[in-house]
């Protein structure tokens, strides 16, 4: 129901540009904390083109919760990749089951579009 007085809306797109909403303006959201020490950390073994060790997120880098933050990055759209290592030798001793994370290609994309495209593609 559309108000006296109140100007039609012809175009949806322009709602969504006065809203900053188009498609090519999405940027990445600001990151804090432990979330930003993460993705730093991320950022620098990628340019070493070395994936980051979950035990090296919570033992040498003091960030306990390291999967509840990799959860953070990934609902906030970054592309962080997880490989579980059956078995991976960490200060001399054996662990089983060791994460290794490392940032995707594009590193970033908006929330949510992973779901898109497959929905598209079914």
């Known amino acids: 129901m559309q108000k006296k007085n109140a100007p039609a809306v012809a175009d949806q797109s322009a709602l969504n540009q006065c809203a900053d ?3 090519g ?29 979950s035990f090296h997120l919570t033992a040498d880098c003091a960030i306990p919760e390291a999967a509840s933050r990799i959860l953070e990055l990934r609902a906030m759209g970054f592309k962080i990749i997880s490989d579980i290592q059956p078995s991976v030798m960490y200060r001399g001793r054996e662990r089983r089951r060791v994460a290794m994370y490392s940032l995707g290609t594009p590193e970033w994309s908006r929330p949510g579009i992973s779901t898109e495209l497959m929905e598209v593609e079914a």
Request: proline fraction near 12%; glycine fraction near 4%; charge should be positive.
């Open 21 to 23: 909403q188009a498609p």
């Open 25 to 53: 303006n999405h940027k990445p959201p600001l990151v804090s904390g432990q979330a930003a020490e993460v993705l730093n950390i991320l950022r620098a073994h990628k340019a070493l083109n070395r994936p980051v060790l």
